[in-house]
């Protein structure tokens, strides 16, 4: 008789954009005469730029004709993409990174998800507190984080690190040792960054303690303030420390199109084991290449109208990213993030639960958002909303809170 992988059921039931959804519901349902604005959306809506439609629409053609026709691309991605992220994203910003160290796949979530099979069953795993869910999730799948308490909503073999305005969303050095830690910045859900020292203390920090860190920069596009580096690999040491993964879904509307990388610099070693020859064979063995129409278009984004283009979309982002940041501010809202991410974080008003605080101002002002609560139990008190809505819309919301 088969056996199931019983670590699928300790996992607690995402419960988050379900429950939000059906409250919506409930709410259209009975008051059909109110327009509602979405500010809780974490997906772009803007439509991908001209120079990526015309490169998609020139790779389908090449489809079509036997001499420049493409079937299996290669296992890490082809050439003509690696090399670009290589100069674009690397050497352009100082940091040493080879093309045959990036390894491209279909995203950020998928690389977050599998990455922890290079590591030994035993590993134990560091995260902030909120956090994207699929660090832990994942871990939890192979077993590795211990038993989920629902009281806490805490596993017992994860180390949490809080990250609250207490310590200025910048986490602490946790007490006890971990494997693997996991650090995404700009981050999801709380809109902050570290500036360069304070991601050079996790780094001397890993080297210290033979830590690797993953670090999540899938939100690196947003980052404009110069103090806040682009890449972990600004810091030194992180060659022989860091795997870095990024995405082409935020910082170029790839979402439903589906790009990423992760980063696997060959300094990175267990014993005289290279990490990279690990996820090398993983990613051999596993997955068989993003499509070639996509990865020409994901080239295309590194083009001068690209960036152009790419800079533009960015820009009206984050244009309501600061509508919402001053608009909560002038409305008395104690507010963090959204200047270098698409993501607002705010503090609910007179320590109100943060579901309790969606209730209010779906029911009250007809906005939707998310919950801190939803990303971990230091999530709580807090509530997120995103620049991703319309920019009439993210406008009428403000002036909806401001009129209160
Ligand atoms: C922190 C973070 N990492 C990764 C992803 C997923 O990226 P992708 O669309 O490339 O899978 C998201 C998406 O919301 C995210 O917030």
Redesign the pocket.
């Known amino acids: 008789m088969f056996k199931i992988n019983e670590n699928y059921l300790k996992l607690p039931g995402s419960y988050l954009f379900s429950t939000i959804a059906k409250k919506v519901a409930e709410f259209t349902d009975a008051n059909p005469d109110k327009e509602i604005i979405r500010l809780g959306i ?2 772009v809506t803007l439509p991908l730029s001209k120079a990526v439609i015309e490169r998609l629409h020139s790779a389908v053609d090449e489809m079509a004709d036997q001499s420049t026709f493409k079937g299996y691309a290669p296992d890490l991605g082809y050439e003509f993409l690696r090399s670009t992220i290589a100069k674009e994203d690397y050497e352009k910003r100082g940091c040493q990174i080879a093309a045959d160290e990036i390894f491209i796949s ?5 690389d ?1 998800g599998n990455i922890a099979e290079i590591f030994a069953d035993d590993t134990r795993i560091a995260v902030t507190d909120p956090v ?1 869910p ?1 660090y832990v999730d994942s871990n939890a799948m192979a077993g590795r984080t211990g038993d989920y308490d629902p009281q806490t909503e805490m596993w017992s073999n994860v180390i949490y690190m809080p990250c609250t305005k207490e310590n200025d969303f910048v986490p602490e050095l946790p007490k006890e040792t971990p494997d693997v830690i996991y650090l ?1 910045f700009p ?2 859900p709380t809109g902050t960054t570290l500036t360069k020292e304070q991601l050079q203390v996790w780094v001397d920090y890993a080297l210290k303690v033979g830590a690797v860190i993953i670090y ?1 920069a ?2 690196e596009a947003y980052i404009s303030s110069p103090e806040v580096p682009h890449s972990i690999y600004e810091c030194a040491g992180a060659r022989e420390c860091a795997i870095e ?1 990024r ?4 910082n170029a509307g ?2 439903g199109t ?3 990388f992760t980063v696997v610099p060959k300094d990175l070693k267990c014993g005289d084991t290279m990490l990279h020859s690990l996820w090398a064979r993983r990613h051999g063995t596993k997955f068989n290449g993003a499509p070639y129409i996509i990865q020409a278009a994901g080239a295309a984004v590194y083009t001068d109208e690209g960036k152009k283009q790419t800079r533009e979309q960015i820009a009206y982002y984050m244009n309501n990213a600061k509508v919402i940041r001053e608009g909560l501010i002038s409305a008395g809202y104690e507010v963090f993030g959204g200047v270098d991410a698409p993501y607002i974080w705010l503090k609910t008003p007179e320590n109100m639960k943060s579901w309790d605080f969606f209730d209010y101002l779906l029911n009250e002002l007809y906005i939707v958002g998310t919950p801190g609560a939803g990303f971990g139990p230091s999530g709580e008190g807090y509530f997120r909303l995103t620049a991703f809505g319309s920019a009439e819309n993210t406008k009428i919301a403000m002036e909806r809170i401001k009129n209160a």
């Open positions: 974490g997906d279909d995203g950020a979530k998928s977050s994207y699929v995404c981050n999801n999540d899938a939100y993964i995405s082409f879904s935020k790839f979402t589906r790009l990423g």
